[in-house]
C-alpha cells in the first residue's frame, strides 16, 4: 500500500541523513570526522606503482636436486651399493645400481619414513617420483613436490620483499601473494619506481671466496667477473662465509681513503669463521662476490676477529645505500623477473580525479534535467532518489573501505545514467493503469507490483555481469565491478523505499488530481 | 502504435549481414590490442617543452633500437602516447628510455604513465578476458532460462551475440584498441543488452498469458510499444551519462565509454529487433507459457 508509517518515514530518513554524512565525511578533515573511513583511492586515482613480480624458480628445483643428488650418494656410499653414473639430467636425477639390490633402493625411496624422500602427509605424496627401468632410477620432483619448492620460496621471497620495499620507506605498500610463485607489489605515491625495482631485481647473494691462482682447489675453482665487466679472476668455490652470517650492513665514509664503503657486523658463528680465515690467508686476495659478480677483491692485511668489515668498490653513497640495505634485508631464494609494471604519475592521477568528476557533475546535470522535464514533479523524486542513491552509493564504498578506481568513477557515473531505469519503468506501468483506472492510489499500487519482475530480472542480469567482471578482472576494472554492483543494490533500496516513500506521500496527497503523472 | 513487425525482415537482413561484415573483419584484419593483451611497453609523456612533437619523439625513439613503435597524440596539445611493442622490454628499459631521451629531446618531459606488460601476463589476461565475456554469455543464457524458457533464452542469447560482434566488428574496422577496460565495457554491454530485452520479454510473457488470441507476431509488436517509451528514456538517460564520460572523463575513459555507447545502441536495437523475431521464429505461444505456470 502507499500509505506510510510515521514511524517508517522516520527510518527511511534517518537511513539517509546517515549515509549523507558517511559519503560527506569522506571531504571532512580526518581530524574532525566521527568516522575514519575513507575511500581509498587506487593506484590509477592517486599515483603509484604496481609491479608484479614472478619467481624464477629454476634455479631453486637444481638446488634441491642437486643437494638430493648428494643425500644420495652418501647414502648409497653408506649402505654399500654399488651405484653408477649418479647425476642430474633433465631436471631429474638418474641413477643405476645392480639388479639384486633394486628392491633394497627401491623400498628406501617408496618408505613413509623415508628421509632422502620426504612424505607430505597433507598431500599423501613423496617429494619426488620415482621410476625404474630396469636397473636405472629416474627420480623427478613429483607435482607436490613442485609446489613445496613453490611455496616455500614464495613465502621467504614475500618476506624479503616486504623487507626491502619496507627499508626504502614507501607509504602503506601492498605486498600480497598472487598464485604460487607470484608476488604483487603496490606502492601508492611513487611515481618513479626505478629504485625499488633495482632492489628487487637483485638475488643479492653475497659470499666470500679466496682468489686462487691454481686450477686445482679442492672444491674447484670458477672464473668470476668484476663488476665493472673490466677485469676477471678464478675464484675458488669453497664459501669462507655468506650473507647469513650478516647481522648488520651500513654504508659509511672511510675517512682515510675518502672512499664510500659499506660496513658489515658478523653474526657470533660468521666472526669465528672470518678469523680464522683472515688468520690463515694473510697476503690472499678475498673476493667479495654478489650474485656472481666480484665487487672487490681486498687482499688480507692481518687478522680480523671482532666480526667487523668493510666492503669497498667504487660506491657513491646511494649504491652504497642500497647494497647495504640489500645485505641487511638478505638474499632472495631465488630470482624475481618483474613480469608487468604500471606506473601512473601523481599529476595524471589528479587530472584523473578532476576529469572524472566533472564527467559525473555534467551527466548527473544533463540526466536530472532529462527526467525533470519529462516526468515533472515525478522527474523531481527520481531525482532526489538519485542523488540519495549516490549518497547511498558513496557511503556504502566508503564504509567498506572500498578502493575507487578510474573505471569505478565511470561506474559511478553508468549508474546514474541506469539507476533512473527501475523508476521510469515504475512510472510508465503507473501511467498505463492509471488509463485503466480511476482511483489514483489503486493505479499507482498496481503500477509497483507490476513492474517489479522486470526490474529485478534487468538488475539481476547487470549484477551477475558485474560479479563475472569482479572476480575476472583485475586491479582498476574491478573497481568498475565493486562499484557497478554496490550501485545495484543502492539502487533498488532507493528507488523501493525513498522514491516510494516519495510518489506515496504525493499521490496521497493528490489522490483526486486527474491526471497525476 | 508502432509497426515494427513490418520490419523485422528487414533488419534481420541487415543484422545478419553486419554480423557476417564483422566476423569477416574479425578473421581477416583482426583486432587492434593493446599493450595488456599483445605484451609491451606503453609510455604517456607530457612536454613541457612546445618543440617537442610527434616528429621529434619519432626520431628519438627511432634512434633506440626499439622495434616497432608507434608515437602519437593523446588529448592534450602536448600529451603523447608511445607504445613499443619489443616483448622482452625488462624492467631496466623504462630508465634507459628516459635517459636517452634527455640527451635527444632535452628533460623537459615527465613520463605520466608507464605501462609494462611481459608476454606471459598479456597471454593470460586475453584469455581471462576472453573466459570472462564467454561465462557472461553462459551465466545470462542460463538465467534466462530459468526465469522464461528456452525460446526466451536463445533470443536474448544471441541479440547478445549480435551486439558484442558487431562492436567488436567496429572496433576492428576503425582499429581502436582493446585493452582491460574494453573487455570491462562488453561484459557491461552484456548486462546491459540483457536488462533491456528482458523488459520487453516480460511484458511479452505477461501478454502471452493475458491474450489467447494474439498471434507472436503481433503480441511482440505490443509488448514492444507498451515498453517503448521505458526503452527510449533509459537508453537516453544511459547515453547521456556515457556521452558526458566520452566528452570530460579524460582520455584514458574515451574507449571504455565508446564501446558502451555502441553497445548501448546496439543492445536497444536488438531487444527488439533480434530478441522478438526470435520468438516468432520459433512460433511461441501461450501454451510456451502455460506449460511453465503448469510444472
Redesign the interface.
Known amino acids: 500500500m502507499l500509505y506510510f508509517s510515521k514511524l517508517r518515514i522516520a527510518l527511511v530518513s534517518l537511513v539517509t541523513i546517515f549515509f549523507i554524512y558517511i559519503a560527506s565525511s569522506n571531504f571532512q578533515d580526518p581530524e574532525n570526522s566521527l568516522i575514519s573511513k575513507r575511500i581509498n583511492l587506487g593506484l ?1 586515482l592517486q599515483g603509484g606503482s604496481y609491479l ?1 613480480l ?1 619467481i624464477d624458480n629454476e634455479p631453486v628445483e637444481l638446488q634441491k636436486l642437486q643437494n638430493t643428488t648428494t643425500v644420495i650418494r652418501n647414502f648409497l656410499k653408506a649402505k654399500k651399493i654399488n651405484f653408477n653414473d649418479l647425476r642430474i639430467q633433465n631436471k631429474t636425477i638418474v641413477f643405476t645400481v645392480p639388479k639384486n639390490d633394486n628392491v633394497l633402493v627401491e623400498n628406501f625411496f617408496l618408505d613413509k619414513e623415508s628421509e632422502i624422500n620426504p612424505y607430505y602427509n597433507q598431500y599423501k605424496s613423496h617429494q619426488f617420483d620415482l621410476s625404474i627401468k630396469d636397473s636405472e632410477f629416474i627420480l623427478s620432483l613429483s607435482k607436490y613436490g613442485l609446489i613445496e619448492i613453490k611455496t616455500s620460496s614464495q613465502d621467504q621471497a614475500l618476506e624479503i620483499v616486504r623487507r626491502r620495499v619496507d627499508e626504502v620507506g614507501t607509504n602503506e605498500p601492498n605486498i600480497i601473494k598472487r598464485g604460487n610463485n607470484r608476488i604483487l607489489v603496490e606502492l601508492p605515491g611513487l611515481d618513479d619506481p ?1 629504485r625499488i ?2 632492489l628487487l ?1 637483485k638475488t643479492a647473494n653475497l659470499t666470500f671466496r679466496f682468489v686462487t691462482q691454481n686450477n686445482n682447489d679442492t672444491f674447484g675453482t670458477e672464473i668470476l667477473q668484476f663488476e665493472d665487466g673490466m677485469s676477471e679472476a678464478l675464484v675458488s668455490k669453497r664459501i669462507v662465509l655468506n650473507g647469513e652470517n650478516l647481522l648488520d650492513a651500513q654504508p659509511q665514509m672511510n675517512n682515510q681513503t675518502n672512499e664510500t664503503v659499506v660496513s658489515f657486523t658478523l653474526d657470533r658463528v660468521g666472526a669465528k669463521r672470518f678469523g680464522k680465515a683472515t688468520s690463515t690467508g694473510v697476503g690472499k686476495q678475498l673476493a667479495i662476490v654478489l650474485d656472481g659478480k666480484i665487487v672487490s677483491a681486498p687482499t688480507i692485511q692481518g687478522v680480523i676477529a671482532s666480526g667487523n668489515g668493510q666492503i669497498s668498490g667504487n660506491f657513491t653513497f646511494q649504491s652504497a645505500t642500497d647494497l647495504a640495505l640489500l645485505l641487511r634485508s638478505g638474499a632472495l631464494p631465488a630470482p624475481l ?9 601523481p ?2 592521477g589528479q ?2 580525479i578532476n ?2 568528476v ?3 557533475m ?2 548527473f546535470l ?2 536530472i534535467f ?2 525533470f522535464f ?1 516526468y515533472k514533479i515525478f522527474g523531481l523524486i527520481a531525482n532526489i532518489t538519485l542523488l540519495v542513491n549516490l549518497f547511498f552509493l558513496v557511503g556504502i564504498l566508503t564504509l567498506f573501505g572500498a578502493t575507487l578506481t ?2 569505478g ?2 561506474g559511478i ?2 549508474t ?3 539507476a ?2 527501475a523508476n ?2 515504475i512510472f ?1 506501468r503507473i501511467k ?1 493503469e492509471c488509463k485503466k483506472e480511476k482511483n489514483n492510489i489503486i493505479a499507482f499500487d498496481t503500477g509497483y507490483v ?1 513492474s517489479k ?2 526490474i529485478i ?10 560479479i ?2 569482479f572476480f ?6 574491478k573497481g ?2 565493486v562499484t ?1 554492483a554496490v550501485g545495484i543494490f543502492t539502487t533498488l533500496f532507493s528507488v523501493y523505499f525513498v522514491a516510494r516513500m516519495l510518489t506515496g506521500l504525493y499521490v496521497v496527497k493528490n489522490k483526486e488530481k486527474e491526471k497525476l503523472i | 502504435m508502432i509497426n515494427f513487425n513490418k520490419f523485422y525482415k528487414l533488419f534481420n537482413l541487415i543484422s545478419l549481414s553486419l554480423v557476417i561484415i564483422s566476423i569477416l573483419l574479425l578473421f581477416f584484419k583482426g583486432l587492434n590490442f593493446g599493450v595488456d593483451f599483445k605484451g609491451g611497453t606503453l609510455i ?1 609523456l ?1 612536454a613541457n617543452d612546445k618543440n617537442i612533437n610527434v616528429t621529434t619523439l619519432r626520431q628519438s625513439f627511432g634512434k633506440m633500437n626499439l622495434g616497432d613503435f608507434n608515437v602519437k597524440k593523446f588529448g592534450n596539445e602536448n600529451d603523447f602516447l608511445i607504445k613499443i611493442e619489443k616483448k622482452d622490454t ?3 628499459a ?2 634507459i628510455i628516459k635517459k636517452e631521451l634527455t640527451s635527444s629531446i632535452g628533460g623537459s618531459f ?9 608476454p ?2 598479456s597471454a593470460e ?1 586475453l584469455k ?2 576472453v ?2 565475456i564467454a ?2 554469455l553462459a ?2 543464457l542460463f ?1 534466462i532460462w530459468i ?1 522464461f524458457e528456452w525460446q526466451f533464452s536463445l533470443g536474448a542469447i544471441l541479440a547478445l551475440f549480435h551486439d558484442v560482434i558487431i562492436t567488436l566488428g567496429l572496433f576492428s574496422l576503425f582499429s581502436l584498441e582493446i585493452n ?2 574494453i ?2 565495457a562488453i ?2 554491454i ?3 543488452s ?3 530485452t ?2 520487453i520479454y ?2 511479452v510473457r ?1 501478454n502471452l498469458r493475458k491474450f489467447s488470441d494474439i498471434k507472436i507476431f503481433e503480441l511482440t509488436n505490443i509488448s514492444i510499444n ?2 517503448l ?2 526503452t527510449i ?2 537508453s ?10 566520452y ?4 582520455e ?2 574515451k574507449g ?2 565508446l564501446a ?1 555507447i555502441m553497445g548501448v545502441v546496439f543492445g536497444t536495437y536488438s531487444s527488439i529487433y533480434i530478441a522478438n523475431p526470435i520468438l516468432v521464429k520459433l512460433r511461441v505461444s501461450q501454451k510456451t507459457i502455460l506449460k511453465e505456470d503448469g510444472e
Open positions: 590509477d608484479l614472478e626505478m625495482k633495482s631485481g623477473n618483474i613480469i608487468e609494471e604500471r606506473t601512473v604519475g599529476d595524471l587530472d584523473s576529469a572524472g566533472i564527467a559525473l555534467i551527466g544533463l540526466v532529462f527526467m519529462k578510474l573505471p568513477i565511470a557515473i553508468l546514474v545514467g541506469m533512473v531505469d521510469v519503468l510508465e498505463e507490476k519482475t522486470a530480472d534487468a538488475n539481476i542480469t547487470t549484477l551477475i555481469a558485474a563475472i567482471l575476472m578482472g583485475s586491479g582498476p576494472v568498475f565491478s557497478l | 604517456e607530457r625488462s624492467a631496466i623504462i630508465e615527465n613520463f605520466r604513465r608507464v605501462e609494462n606488460v611481459g606471459k601476463v589476461l581471462s578476458g573466459i570472462a561465462l557472461s551465466a545470462m538465467y526465469r582491460l577496460s573487455v570491462a561484459l557491461t552484456v548486462g546491459y540483457m536488462n533491456d528482458v523488459v516480460d511484458r505477461e507498451e515498453t517509451s521505458r528514456i533509459t537516453v538517460t544511459t547515453l547521456l551519462a556515457l556521452v558526458s564520460i566528452l570530460f572523463g579524460g584514458i575513459l571504455f565509454s558502451m
